[in-house]
């Protein structure tokens, strides 16, 4: 399975936009770009995904590379509600489960 | 639509003992995930299960462990025996019947604490 880099923690104040990087260099044609976030005390939560082009939701954006090497997760307005681990996996098409790393850890300051 | 369900909650169990934790799949969903989160650390995969039949079970310990999803009721993973290195959180996933990249629902989780 190719493997994603994600920072350990980042930071961020309410109400201001949140880049998450996550490199994947080793991504093949037929993996996916899933991201989940854990909230404290819960199950993970599923965010976004993507092949190649950039896809929105209402919950975020993620933006993808050209050569699909690295993406970035968007939260256009951050809120406390926001702070999690948020964790980005590359998940080939047509296979089951999901490969979680340790994931970036958002704290979002009032 | 409720979402997926996961009982009990919270389970304590002593050393030796037997742990089973539910799972009910969200409605229409056929596809059942395991995942344990050890504290401090990140979720692993246990096992895929659809219904009556254990998909891929690669990340189940060989020993003790064992998990079910049978045509009727909820899916059940078992721990035999239990020790204290098996204290974690149980989270469960579940995703509609058709592959691809869909994306996976998880309940709130169970947390095994073995004393």
């Known amino acids: 399975d190719a493997k994603t880099t994600q920072p350990n923690s980042m930071e961020s104040n309410e109400e201001e936009p949140v880049h998450l990087p996550c490199n994947h260099s080793?991504?093949?044609?037929?993996?996916?770009i899933h991201w989940y976030r854990q909230l404290p005390s819960q199950g993970p939560e599923y965010v976004i995904h993507g092949l190649t082009s950039n896809v929105n939701n209402r919950m975020a954006s993620l933006a993808i590379a050209e050569d699909r090497k690295s993406s970035t997760l968007i939260l256009h307005r951050a809120t406390l509600r926001d702070a999690a681990v948020y964790y980005c996996i590359l998940r080939r098409y047509n296979t089951d489960k999901l490969i979680f790393g340790t994931g970036t850890r958002l704290q979002v300051f009032p | 639509n409720a979402g997926v369900m996961q009982n009990p909650r919270h389970l304590v169990r002593r050393r030796g003992q037997e742990a089973r934790l539910r799972c009910s799949p969200m409605?229409?969903?056929?596809?059942v995930y395991w995942y344990r989160q050890l504290p401090e650390e990140g979720l692993k995969f246990m096992v895929y299960l659809q219904k009556e039949n254990i998909i891929d079970e690669s990340g189940m310990p060989k020993e003790r462990f064992s998990a079910e999803f049978p045509k009727e009721g909820p899916s059940i993973l078992r721990i035999q025996q239990v020790v204290r290195g098996d204290s974690a959180a149980y989270f469960c996933?579940?995703?509609?019947?058709?592959?691809?990249?869909?994306?996976?629902?998880f309940g709130p989780g169970t947390r095994l604490t073995v004393t």
């Open positions: 080793t991504i093949s044609g037929t993996d996916y």
């Open positions: 996933a579940s995703s509609p019947p058709t592959t691809g990249t869909y994306e996976q629902y």
């Open positions: 409605k229409g969903h056929s596809h």
